[in-house]
């Protein structure tokens, strides 16, 4: 069974740093282009970042709101990707979604910038 | 970036009456591989997203049929034959071709 598990959301100050990790099983994550897609509360999709594949670079690409404050990076021998939050503003606010080539989406974690 | 519009932005339904959803893209969604990368997605409230089709007519395993893309260059569409109470929730489609990739703003679809 495919499972994409993310962890690591929560309420921070604008300003702050948040670390989220997605815990993938069930399927060949090394070779899975891995994305995070956000929510913002009551709004659409958006697409944030994502990283491919070793097998073709392993390199990532990011959205213009998000690029320069958030890393995304991938840990192969673990099956987890991870994406690196700073800098984070009211509207980083939003469900987080971890997302494997599409079509393996996580249940998605929280993340609320509030003072 | 690549503008995705979708219309209508809701659709009241009668339960086993067909729906239609469009799509427009505001470049042509043909990559240079020869694909379209249009993709819909369903999501019900309080529920991640669900991918029902890829490559703009590619049902995914497990989807029923009553669901189909169609569409090519910039304007595509999903329609769902006969609607059942399950289908309520939102749609959206995304373009994969461009980066960043780029979401449609959704339709949300409700039994009348």
């Known amino acids: 069974e495919v499972q994409l598990v993310e962890s690591g959301g929560g309420l921070v100050k604008p300003g702050g740093s948040l670390r989220l990790s997605c815990a993938a099983s069930g399927f060949s994550f090394s070779n899975a282009w891995m994305s995070w897609v956000r929510q913002a509360p009551g709004k659409g999709l958006e697409w944030t970042g994502r990283i491919k594949s070793k097998i073709f670079g392993g390199t990532t690409e990011y959205a213009a709101p998000i690029r320069g404050r958030f890393i995304i990076s991938r840990d192969d021998s673990k099956n987890m990707v991870y994406l690196e939050m700073n800098s984070l503003k009211t509207e980083d606010t939003g469900v987080y979604y971890c997302?494997?080539?599409?079509?393996?989406w996580g249940q998605g974690t929280l993340v609320t910038v509030s003072s | 970036d690549v503008v995705m519009t979708q219309s209508p932005l809701s659709l009241p339904v009668t339960l086993g009456q067909p729906a239609s959803i469009s799509c427009r893209s505001s470049q042509s969604l043909v990559s240079s591989d020869g694909n379209t990368y249009l993709t819909w997605f369903h999501q019900r409230p309080g529920q991640s997203p669900r991918r029902l089709i890829s490559q703009s007519s590619n049902r995914d395993s497990g989807v029923p049929d009553r669901f189909s893309g169609s569409g090519s260059g910039t304007d595509f569409t999903l329609k769902i034959s006969r609607v059942e109470a399950e289908d309520v929730g939102v749609y959206y489609c995304m373009q994969g071709t461009h980066w960043p990739l780029t979401f449609g703003g959704g339709t949300k679809v409700e039994i009348k």
């Open positions: 997302v494997g080539n599409s079509n393996m």
